[in-house]
């Protein structure tokens, strides 16, 4: 029986393990699902009747947390299927406000804030994944 280590690899002196690779690939593609509804929520502030969409991630996220937590360490928290994580993003009408202006429930200041931190966020791990790269090709290069 063969011993099986989690691939590790170190970006700016932190070790990254390839599971993480897999949540920061995941992650983007919520944000990328969620970049999309908040641009069909702005492009329909003035439709009438339109209700505004949402993208359930945090909740999934919270759930996941909760319910098997697979520990190594006391220190430490792993998600039981960190691979599967965010590859199921949940989109659904947000009803929880009241008309703006009597047209529909789309704020646009919520909906560009929601965008802003949208675009920060895919920046920072476009970024992670990006230098983890960068490094896996410096590795095969042999440090050249």
């Known amino acids: 029986m063969a011993l099986v280590l989690p691939l590790l690899f170190k970006t700016n002196g932190i070790i990254m393990a390839a ?3 897999n949540l920061l690939e ?3 593609s919520h944000l990328s699902t ?3 509804v908040i641009s069909q929520n702005i492009a329909n502030i003035g ?3 339109y209700t505004r969409q949402s993208v359930k991630f945090q909740e999934m996220l919270s759930n996941e947390m909760n319910s098997s937590i697979k520990k190594t360490d006391n220190k430490h928290m792993g998600l039981s299927s960190s691979a599967q994580l965010g590859t199921a ?3 659904f009408l947000d009803k929880s406000k009241e008309p703006n202006g009597g047209i529909n429930n789309v704020d646009i200041e919520t909906e ?3 965008l802003a931190e949208n675009a920060i966020n895919f920046k920072f791990s476009a970024k992670k994944i990006a230098g983890h790269f960068q490094m896996m090709r410096d590795v095969i290069k042999g440090g050249r």
């Open 89 to 91: 993003n949940e989109i």
């Open 19 to 21: 599971s993480n690779i």
């Open 34 to 36: 969620k970049n999309k």
């Open 47 to 49: 439709t009438e009747g």
């Open 112 to 114: 560009m804030a929601e």
């Open 26 to 28: 995941n992650y983007i």
